[in-house]
């Protein structure tokens, strides 16, 4: 089923299909919002898609329609803000990513006491810096 403006199309994650790493639609690359629902029909999740890969805001939600996490991802790798809440409603994790790499995060427990804290290390040889310069000479001389 496909609902959604003239801008992009939103379509139900079962009509939708992989081929290899890309989501399509109607045999070609989707371009659009896919939702998944509960069995109620309240949504449950709903991801941006551009040209067959994430690409954009992707979020989830509990059965009673609370928040549950909220990320950006470009060209198919978490890049951004990553959110995730407790049932409660508190914040459980605040991280940020580039081109699927951690930059940093923290993490809270249910009542809101940060509990661990992780930054990337450049000094650090068996952090993931190293990939991190890669991905952005990469999409800096394509992008």
Not at 22 to 33: A, K, R, V
Not at 88 to 107: C, K, P, T
């Amino acid at each position: 089923m496909v609902t959604g403006s003239a801008s992009l199309p939103r379509v139900e994650g079962d009509d939708l299909e992989w081929e290899g790493q890309l989501q399509t639609w109607n045999d070609e690359p989707f371009t659009g919002i896919e939702v998944w629902r509960f069995p109620s029909g309240a949504i449950e999740s709903e991801t941006t898609y551009r040209d067959g890969l994430s690409d954009g805001l992707s979020r989830s939600w509990d059965e009673q329609g609370r928040l549950r996490s909220q990320f950006t991802c470009r060209l198919g790798a978490m890049h951004g803000n990553c959110r995730k809440w407790h049932a409660n409603g508190q914040l459980a994790v605040d991280g940020n990513y580039e081109w699927g790499v951690r930059i940093n995060e923290r993490e809270y427990n249910e009542h809101g006491a940060l509990i661990s804290e992780f930054a990337l290390d450049p000094a650090d040889p068996s952090s993931q810096f190293g990939i991190l310069l890669k991905f952005r000479e990469a999409y800096d001389k394509y992008l």
